[in-house]
């Protein structure tokens, strides 16, 4: 009697079209959890920009609607580009919507702008009578914020 030790070349074909299966239907699901992994960092810091934003009005509400308040050291604006004071905090510059961003989220973490360019690109559309910061994250999804309205909104 003939004592063998291994595997013959069928069980390994075997086990690699077992493997080769497996890898085909797992690497979707990984791509798909990527993609569900950026929609709610996206969801999470809209969901906590405008808890911020009503914050913050409440807050301007509180100190009696003066035109701007100071949190943390930072001054907030409440003022349009006519001059006149508005219900929400207003930004008329990118650099002022960055600022808006991360006065009013306390440096939220995940989405601190540090210059205008690094997790979340700035655009500052002037519209007719109301401004909105747009906050774009990732050249997938842009968080905007429409000073008149106070909405914020994920497009």
Same mark, same amino acid.
């Given at each position: 009697?003939?004592n063998?030790h291994?595997f013959?070349?069928i069980?390994l074909v075997?086990?690699?079209?077992?493997l080769?299966?497996m890898? $085909?239907?797992?690497?979707?699901k990984?791509?798909?959890?990527?993609?569900?992994?950026h929609?709610s960092?996206?969801?999470?810091a $809209?969901s906590?920009?405008?808890g $911020?934003v009503?914050?913050t009005?409440l807050?301007? !509400? !509180?100190d009696?609607?003066?035109?701007?308040?100071e949190l943390?050291?930072?001054?907030?604006?409440?003022r349009?580009?006519?001059?006149?004071?508005t219900?929400?905090?207003t930004?008329?510059?990118a650099?002022?919507?960055?600022?808006l961003w991360?006065n009013?989220t306390?440096g939220?973490?995940?989405?601190?702008?540090?210059?205008e360019?690094?997790l !979340? $690109?700035?655009?500052?559309?002037?519209l007719?009578?109301?401004?909105t910061?747009?906050?774009?994250?990732?050249?997938?999804?842009?968080i905007?914020?429409?000073s008149?309205?106070?909405?914020v909104?994920?497009?």
């Amino acid at each position: 009697m003939k004592n063998t030790h291994g595997f013959t070349l069928i069980e390994l074909v075997i086990v690699i079209l077992i493997l080769g299966i497996m890898s $085909a239907i797992a690497v979707p699901k990984f791509v798909a959890l990527q993609d569900d992994a950026h929609q709610s960092v996206v969801d999470s810091a $809209a969901s906590s920009f405008d808890g $911020a934003v009503e914050l913050t009005r409440l807050r301007h !509400l !509180l100190d009696g609607s003066t035109g701007s308040i100071e949190l943390q050291g930072n001054t907030i604006n409440f003022r349009d580009v006519n001059g006149n004071v508005t219900d929400f905090a207003t930004a008329s510059t990118a650099g002022e919507c960055a600022n808006l961003w991360n006065n009013i989220t306390d440096g939220m973490r995940a989405s601190t702008i540090e210059d205008e360019a690094e997790l !979340l $690109a700035i655009e500052m559309t002037t519209l007719t009578k109301s401004s909105t910061c747009n906050y774009q994250y990732n050249d997938l999804q842009v968080i905007a914020y429409d000073s008149a309205s106070g909405s914020v909104v994920i497009n």
